[in-house]
């Protein structure tokens, strides 16, 4: 086990990645560990333990993130999205802000989706999607995604079932599209249980200083929390290509979920290995014309 500061690195997509086939999310423990490493550390202290791995992580993610953001100055067009979908109360903004929190907001676009507004309702549902994609050396974050157009709407009804069951292949076509264009895609499932949800909701409502995250349509949501896991299931298993795959990480957690988040991204960008560019002029010339400049 590593000291507080030293990265301990396991391999944390394996553990993550959802498997071929369908998926059945109640076999997934939402308040399971998975792939966390062992020892007196985790243990005794989660909690402190995961704040500081998170910031140790934070500090490779960061100079991964510079280099991706040097690289697309010299034309390089790769650019990562971490997709974040959960139920309400499910921890996306904290993972936003423990996570994305670790690097340079210059490189950084983050960009949450509520309901359609009038403009965008006007449109293609991918139409407020393309838009918001990050462009060559940046990070983006989306907080909520295309996956509202077959999860909501599916639970709601508000398309037509043919319509909605054209939508899975149309959003592998879209994702392997942009996956081509230089984009590594990140789609991550914040899973959390029902009575976690509670408890958070709970939370909002005893807490003056937390009364602004409620929202009274939460509890209607809530009534409709197995059809919800229903379209998760389809969407995680219609859309898990080996070109954007989705992972779940159970968030419970709160602890878990930031070094398992964290953990994926600086996995990721690190298979991508961004470099600095060549430049494109002679560093010592230029050195020699300086100095002697006035
Ligand atoms: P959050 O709950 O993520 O903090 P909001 O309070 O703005 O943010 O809630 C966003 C709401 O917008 C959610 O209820 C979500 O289901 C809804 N929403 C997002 N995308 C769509 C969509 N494409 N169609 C209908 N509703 C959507």
Not at 41 to 49: A, G, M, N, S, Y
Not at 65 to 81: D, F, M, T, V, W
Not at 199 to 207: G, H, I, N, Q
Request: glycine letters at 6%; aromatic letters at 8%.
């Amino acid at each position: 086990m590593p000291s507080s500061s030293e990265v301990a690195h396991v391999e944390i997509r394996d553990h993550l990645r959802v498997g071929p086939g369908p998926v059945d999310l109640s076999t997934i423990d939402p308040a399971g560990t998975p792939g966390l490493p062992a020892g007196k550390e985790t243990t005794r202290d989660p909690k402190l333990w995961s704040r500081g791995q998170v910031a140790a992580i934070g500090t490779h993610l960061a100079s991964r993130q510079e280099r991706l953001y040097a690289a697309a100055k010299a034309g390089s067009p790769h650019r990562l999205l971490l997709l974040l979908q959960a139920m309400d109360a499910g921890g996306k903004d904290g993972t936003v802000k423990h996570v994305a929190g670790q690097m340079n907001p210059l490189g950084l676009k983050i960009v949450s989706f509520g309901k359609p507004t009038e403009e965008e309702r006007r449109h293609h549902y991918l139409w407020r999607i393309r838009r918001a994609l990050p462009a060559p050396g940046i990070v983006g974050v989306f907080n909520r995604s295309q996956y509202e157009d077959v999860l909501v709407v599916r639970v709601k009804d508000l398309v037509a079932p043919d319509v909605l069951s054209k939508r899975y292949d149309e959003i592998n076509r879209f994702e392997n599209k942009e996956v081509g264009d230089g984009l590594t895609l990140v789609k991550v499932m914040l899973h959390i249980s029902k009575a976690e949800q509670k408890k958070r909701l709970v939370e909002r409502l005893t807490d003056p200083t937390k009364y602004w995250k409620y929202n009274p349509a939460d509890v209607d949501e809530r009534s409709h929390w197995d059809g919800y896991m229903a379209a998760y299931a389809a969407a995680l298993s219609r859309c898990n290509t080996d070109a954007a795959p989705w992972y779940v990480v159970p968030a419970d957690r709160k602890w878990y979920r930031n070094w398992a988040v964290a953990h994926l991204v600086w996995e990721t960008l690190d298979e991508l290995d961004p470099k600095y560019p060549e430049p494109d002029f002679d560093p010592a010339a230029e050195l020699a014309r300086l100095r002697a400049a006035k």
